[in-house]
């Protein structure tokens, strides 16, 4: 069984700040974790991923997530947040060869101006 | 380039009635699913399809909750009877399939059961 956690269920900053919200996971086999991000009212949508290879990954938005074996961690990062970032990110991992995905409880994100 | 498309996007039950929501995935995905989010239990699996055969169908939702797909640009939920612990925003969302693939997900269909 996978189980993904998130430990902050909510982190405000001002606009310009960076930030990381915090994803852990527990899984013994191969693992694909992923990113998700949803805007008030609306269904989720694709930030990035990672599998293997470059435990750096970069995806939309200037957002980016760093894996780490050692930490069973796949922490997202922003280097500098703008309002319209506000919204409620969930961390997500799924079998190497099924694609159902488990998902953590979710960080909502709020960015003051 | 059209995305997922659920209807309706809200929906009003007695308690006791049969509701069917619809879902249109992406043209070509091969993988559907069907999610329901509250505030306190967050996302949960439904049911999954790959190819039209229904690959999961999540245990404690088995007895009131039936998914189908009846070709592979349409889906049905069909929740029945309706319970007010069913009050949920349910999200469909595909994928092409394989390992890795992102889900593209519908705007969700907001239900209330009264």
């Known amino acids: 069984t996978q189980t993904v956690s998130q430990s902050d269920a909510h982190v405000t900053v001002f606009e310009g700040d960076s930030v990381e919200l915090r994803c852990n996971y527990s899984?013994?086999?191969?693992?694909?974790l992923s990113w998700y991000i949803q805007h008030h009212g609306r269904g989720l949508q694709f930030l990035l991923k990672?599998?293997?290879?470059?435990?750096v990954v970069q995806g939309v938005n200037g957002f980016e997530a760093e894996f780490s074996k050692s930490d069973s961690s796949f922490h997202l990062r922003k280097a500098s947040v703008h309002w319209s970032d506000s919204a409620v990110y969930f961390c997500?991992?799924?079998?190497?060869?099924?694609?159902?995905?488990?998902f953590g409880s979710g960080t909502k994100l709020t960015v003051e101006p | 380039d059209a995305g997922v498309t659920q209807t309706p996007r809200h929906e009003v039950a007695e308690k006791g009635q049969t509701i069917i929501l619809k879902c249109e995935p992406v043209?070509?995905?091969?993988?559907l699913f069907w999610y329901r989010q509250t505030k306190i239990q967050g996302l949960e699996l439904l049911s999954y399809?790959?190819?039209?055969?229904?690959?999961?169908d999540g245990g404690a939702f088995k007895d009131r909750f039936k998914a189908e797909m009846l070709n592979s640009s349409f889906s049905t939920l069909k929740i029945q009877p309706t319970e007010p612990k069913d009050s949920a925003v349910y999200l469909c969302?595909?994928?092409?399939?394989?390992?890795?693939?992102?889900?593209?997900f519908g705007p969700g269909t907001r239900l209330t059961v009264l």
């Open positions: 969302a595909s994928s092409l399939g394989g390992g890795a693939s992102e889900q593209y």
């Open positions: 899984y013994g086999g191969s693992i694909y």
């Open positions: 990672y599998y293997s290879g470059n435990p």
């Open positions: 997500a991992a799924s079998r190497s060869n099924y694609n159902v995905l488990y």
């Open positions: 043209s070509g995905h091969n993988d």
């Open positions: 399809f790959r190819s039209k055969s229904l690959m999961e």
